[in-house]
């Protein structure tokens, strides 16, 4: 086989960089897999559903630049002056790092033939040995590090801003690659907004108080994304998600400074107490719909003022800066998801009983 590219050279090691044709690939690839009875294999056993979600990726006209990694073990890969790579006819291309785009690449073609002719860049090595095959997919797949959350979150903005809404939601029902990175879209968008209005207003106690990406630790008391994962249960609510960013982002405004009057010992101490950090905010986000349904006017209406949602809170257990010492109820309980709901049951049960005493049944 002939194919565009190039020879690279890595100390003693010589790799090939080149540009091959999906139909050219699917043809003559192979998996090394680890079966029983074969324990030199190491790839792991073939995802369906992941490879369709590629297939359905690329069909969809998105770029996959990422190169494919291959191995050729009998034979020599030579070079001709014109920039064209002879690859052995008879020996076999074995895929190192790529499996699963190559058989999301065979899906689309089953789908599309005209996707048959669909260049990818490979890098090939020309190693007579599987077992270097295999330390390079271990280098690959175990070293890699996930994106931050914070950095991911900050990239789905950008996406919007790029693509349109409508656009995004499309792909992200497609069932393809995008459907993992684009399913929190529609909330995760708006939080993100919402941190920066708060982290940004220097008449609320949250300005400066949140760790954007890449920034300094310094004066900061929780992460971005500590922050905008604790709103989850705001914008999920059905009263607050048909309102626009700027409205929730000022009601939380309110009901933090009711909070900060309330526990104003918390505030001027921060780091001495666990109300701004992760605890606090998925806490007190997560009881904020149901302190709002306390705020309502005779008419029915959510008056989400300073004032109103102050006077709900006043009184109640948990709204005192011993409670949310360090060393207090909930600088104790622990950072678990399950510390985080007793916390929040306690809180429930408290505006409960606080309801209970404000409103009396009439008696005539």
């Not at 052995?88 to 689309?108: K, N, T, Y």
């Not at 909330?187 to 209005?197: F, G, H, P, R």
């Not at 950072?335 to 049960?349: D, G, I």
């Amino acid at each position: 086989m002939k194919i565009k590219g190039t020879t690279v050279k890595q100390g003693d090691a010589t790799l090939f960089v080149g540009v091959v044709k999906v139909k050219d690939l699917l043809g003559t690839g192979q998996v090394d897999m680890f079966v029983v009875g074969h324990p030199d294999g190491y790839q792991r056993a073939l995802s369906s559903a992941r490879a369709r979600a590629f297939g359905r990726f690329i069909e969809d006209g998105n770029l996959s630049p990422s190169s494919i990694l291959l191995n050729i073990r009998e034979g020599e890969i030579t070079e001709d002056p014109k920039g064209i790579l002879n690859l052995p006819e008879e020996a076999s291309i074995w895929i190192v790092d790529g499996q699963h785009r190559m058989e999301g690449l065979r899906f689309a073609v089953e789908r599309n033939p005209e996707m048959n002719d669909l260049e990818f860049p490979v890098v090939i090595m020309n190693q007579p040995s599987s077992y270097e095959e295999a330390k390079q997919f271990v280098i690959i797949n175990k070293t890699q590090k996930g994106v931050r959350t914070d950095l991911a979150q900050r990239f789905l903005m950008q996406a919007i801003k790029q693509e349109g809404r409508d656009k995004l939601m499309a792909a992200r029902d497609r069932r393809g690659v995008l459907t993992g990175i684009l399913k929190d879209v529609e909330w995760v968008t708006k939080a993100i907004e919402i941190a920066d209005i708060l982290n940004g207003d220097k008449m609320h106690p949250w300005y400066g108080k949140i760790q954007v990406p890449n920034t300094p630790k310094n004066g900061t008391v929780v992460a971005q994304g500590s922050f905008t994962n604790s709103l989850e249960p705001i914008l999920k609510n059905s009263f607050f998600q048909g309102k626009n960013v700027q409205s929730i982002a000022s009601a939380l405004g309110n009901y933090w400074d009711a909070i900060y009057e309330l526990c104003e010992a918390t505030f001027e101490s921060p780091k001495e107490y666990v109300i701004q950090k992760t605890t606090g905010v998925f806490v007190l986000h997560k009881i904020f719909p149901i302190v709002s349904e306390f705020c309502r006017d005779d008419k029915g209406n959510l008056i989400l003022t300073k004032e109103k949602i102050k006077s709900v809170l006043q009184g109640l257990p948990f709204m005192s800066a011993d409670y949310w010492d360090s060393n207090g109820t909930a600088g104790t309980r622990g950072t678990s998801k399950k510390a985080f709901a007793s916390l929040v049951m306690e809180a429930l049960e408290a505006l409960e009983a606080s309801r209970e005493i404000k409103e009396p049944d009439l008696v005539v």
